[in-house]
């Protein structure tokens, strides 16, 4: 049974949240963000999916991040925070932070894939129906598209700010070349970008290496890091073998193939310097991404209340030393 009335805890924003200043810009987001990629589909319980979400009000989580295609099925996320606002959020929409996406392919045809003005209009229409939400907080572009032109894409941004059905627009998983152009693109027409969000974590590092990070340093942009515990191989979800409730289980985006043994001693030997300082795997992997200010927040998910309340344990985590860094590197580079 869903609970007919849900009021979020008095202590929300005093019970251990800290909050970011995100880029050059007005917004503060929390270090801890939550993303409904997974567990918020139709295929997922839909109790435990509003238990997940106003635990996390509850403890201060004020952005909530989803895509059009999040589920499965496509769209059901979404749907399903539909029903969250209704229920429970509305009166609280004020207070929350949510940002949605399109950029990949969400129905048949020419038209609903990519980064046409035209698929992203409709896409973001679409959005905002099942969500039950008159405007997002943020609205990204996906993912890079090489074929549509930016401008295109670019204005499409700064039209949904100028009609109102965004506040922000971000950028997600484009490339160095194409993000320099459209921060330039986008501050110029007074719709600066507020945020690029990447992959980054313990093992996945593009955005240090191909230099995403300090790009959007220099440009007043934040950065906000999804799949920040590698989907949940950096947790000890996987330490003594494949959990029947797990991602890789599932057989979703997490494949057994990811779980090599070079991976697996990997994660043990990191396992053990999180023991060392006090604190789960999970843990230490969140407050290693949030030891550098440009990192505006992690993207957590969770697949039970309990996860995510092992996550917010991070938040104010002791700080690496020099020799707990320069391990943990030569673990990763070995
Ligand atoms: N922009 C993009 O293209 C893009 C791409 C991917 C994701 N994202 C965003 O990033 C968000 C987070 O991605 P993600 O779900 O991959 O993040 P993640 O935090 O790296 O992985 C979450 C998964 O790890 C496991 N887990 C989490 N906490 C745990 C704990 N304390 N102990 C053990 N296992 C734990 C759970 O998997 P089990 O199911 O095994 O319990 C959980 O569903 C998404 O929801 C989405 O908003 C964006």
Not at 24 to 35: F, Q
Not at 133 to 158: A, G, K, N, S
Not at 312 to 334: D, Q, V
Request: with cysteine.
């Amino acid at each position: 049974m869903i609970p007919p009335i849900y009021s979020p805890a008095p202590d929300r924003y005093s019970n251990g949240m800290k909050y970011r200043r995100c880029g050059r810009s007005g917004i503060l987001l929390p270090e801890i963000s939550l993303g409904l990629w997974h567990n918020f589909g139709a295929v997922d319980p839909l109790k435990r999916s509003f238990e997940i979400a106003h635990y996390a009000l509850d403890h201060g989580i004020t952005h909530f991040d989803l895509a059009n295609n999040y589920g499965p099925p496509y769209g059901s996320a979404e749907e399903t925070f539909g029903q969250i606002m209704k229920k429970s959020f509305q009166p609280y929409r004020h207070e929350l932070f949510i940002s949605t996406k399109a950029g990949y392919d969400m129905w048949p045809g020419p038209y609903g894939n990519w980064g046409s003005r035209k698929y992203l209009m409709n896409s973001l229409e679409q959005s905002l129906q099942r969500m039950n939400l008159d405007y997002v907080d943020l609205f990204y572009i996906h993912r890079y598209d090489p074929e549509t032109p930016w401008e295109e894409t670019l204005q499409t941004l700064v039209d949904i700010v100028r009609q109102g059905k965004a506040l922000y627009v971000g950028i997600s998983r484009w490339p160095h070349e194409a993000t320099a152009f459209g921060y330039q693109y986008l501050r110029e027409r007074d719709v600066p970008c507020l945020i690029y969000q990447g992959c980054y974590n313990l093992i996945r590092r593009e955005p240090e290496e191909e230099g995403i990070l300090n790009q959007a340093k220099e440009h007043g942009v934040g950065f906000i890091s999804f799949s920040p515990l590698a989907q949940g191989l950096l947790t000890d979800r996987y330490l003594n073998g494949i959990p029947e409730d797990s991602r890789i289980a599932h057989g979703g985006h997490l494949k057994k193939e990811a779980l090599t043994e070079t991976t697996l001693q990997r994660i043990r030997a990191l396992n053990e310097i999180a023991q060392q300082r006090g604190q789960t795997l999970a843990e230490m992997a969140l407050a290693w991404i949030l030891k550098d200010d440009f990192v505006t927040s992690v993207i957590v998910g969770a697949s039970s209340v309990e996860q995510l309340a092992k996550n917010l344990k991070a938040i104010g985590s002791p700080a690496f030393t020099a020799e707990e860094l320069e391990t943990i590197e030569r673990i990763i580079k070995n």
